[in-house]
């Protein structure tokens, strides 16, 4: 039987699953070429690479949202009950990348708060941090103040108002429960691979700045031992996210299997009430 499809209807039907995967692809691409720019600092370069990686993932993922075409149902269904932003992303996931956030937002803030100016250089103010070393003032670097920090805060304050808008859109609009949560689910899965980047970069920047001298005493010591776990959720973040976005259905298929069986579940038991009530 010769397909009767439209080539055209067939690439509009999977535009979301390329607009992904181009987002990631020209961010891998940006990258590279912001790594190997002429810059006398070497952190800088990798701050514009890292964030202009996690903002094309961004981009590409709410590409494909817009693109994703309406659902061709002939009976449309609608519930009475409000949809909410919780019941679309991920339940697990969620609320360990805003805690990861909330940690990168401290960071950066405490950074901004603590950084200095490199002596001989005035016009690096917040790239390092001076310390006091047997008696004699030193600087501690690259440590993530406002030097760095600005283009980070910039993509957090342009992507994460845009991110929730676009949950925002999914949750009022129509499709089926599965294709609003796998929507969902891509984009917090951007949004995450945003913020996990950023952690570990920051993270990086930190024990780079920590372990370049023995000056960094026991305040140093203890940040060490406090941002270590931070990284490994830093890790484990930004692998997650990355599957996400590449194929949010494989990663929701089972989220959405325990949702139907507790649907079901529910249902069995309302309707065991109701005949009890009846009998009575």
Not at 35 to 45: F, H, K, R, Y
Not at 79 to 92: C, H, N, T, W, Y
Not at 193 to 221: E, H, I, N, R
Not at 244 to 258: F, G, L, N
């Amino acid at each position: 039987m010769l397909d009767t499809v439209p080539l055209q209807s067939r690439i509009l039907d999977h535009a979301d699953h390329y607009a992904r995967w181009s987002g990631l692809a020209i961010g891998i691409v940006a990258a590279q070429h912001l790594i190997t720019m002429n810059s006398g600092d070497i952190a800088l370069p990798l701050v514009f690479a890292i964030t202009a990686f996690g903002l094309c993932a961004v981009g590409g993922v709410l590409l494909g949202d817009a693109l994703t075409l309406p659902p061709q149902e002939t009976v449309r269904t609608a519930s009475l009950a409000p949809r909410l932003i919780r019941d679309q992303v991920p339940p697990r996931m969620a609320p360990l990348l805003l805690l990861q956030a909330a940690f990168l937002v401290v960071l950066l803030v405490v950074g901004a708060v603590t950084a200095s100016s490199v002596v001989d250089r005035p016009d690096r103010a917040g790239s390092v941090i001076n310390v006091t070393c047997e008696g004699i003032r030193t600087s501690l670097g690259p440590w993530p103040g406002l030097y760095y920090s600005g283009p980070m805060f910039a993509a957090l304050a342009v992507a994460t108002p845009v991110c929730v808008w676009a949950l925002r859109r999914i949750a009022d609009g129509t499709g089926d429960e599965q294709q609003r949560r796998d929507r969902a689910w891509a984009i917090t899965g951007a949004w995450g691979l945003l913020v996990s980047s950023q952690v570990l970069l920051v993270v990086l920047m930190l024990f780079v700045a920590l372990t370049d001298k023995t000056c960094a005493g026991p305040l140093g010591a203890a940040t060490l031992v406090a941002i270590c776990p931070l990284g490994l959720l830093g890790m484990f973040c930004f692998g997650w996210s990355l599957a996400t976005v590449v194929a949010p259905r494989a990663v929701d298929d089972e989220a959405a299997h325990e949702a139907a069986h507790e649907a079901v579940h529910g249902a069995a038991h309302e309707s065991a009430h109701e005949g009890t009530s009846g009998d009575e």
